[in-house]
């Protein structure tokens, strides 16, 4: 989703910066999703209450959220990026896949049911 109108230096230093936080944004929710499968064998071990537990859930769901969460983090840098070189095209494109991403959790986590 980089403009085409962009000169070849920014472009591969935006393409590196959007490369590197997809890199690290995959390390970090594997960690964390690891984290709670971790948590969660070593509560399950013998003599322990076993199951498991609320709190090694929780870690297994943020890294599973994180994991959801990073096209949304590529979209709002896009985002910042197109403000910044004043495209209005791509700003408005941007916002407008943010709004209905953001309608449409708005509308899950308030949906009777």
Do not use: Y
């Amino acid at each position: 989703m980089t403009p085409p109108d962009l000169p070849t230096v920014q472009r591969a230093r935006l393409e590196r910066l959007l490369a590197a936080q997809l890199q690290w944004g995959t390390w970090l929710a594997s960690v964390v999703t690891v984290l709670g499968m971790l948590l969660a064998r070593w509560e399950g071990a013998p003599g322990a209450a076993g199951g498991l537990s609320l709190r090694s859930v929780d870690v297994m769901t943020a890294g599973i959220a994180l994991f959801l969460l990073l096209p949304v983090f590529r979209l709002i840098s896009m985002l910042v990026v197109f403000l910044r070189q004043r495209d209005r095209p791509f700003v408005a494109l941007t916002a407008l896949v943010l709004t209905i991403i953001g309608l449409g959790v708005a509308l899950g986590l308030h949906w009777p049911g």
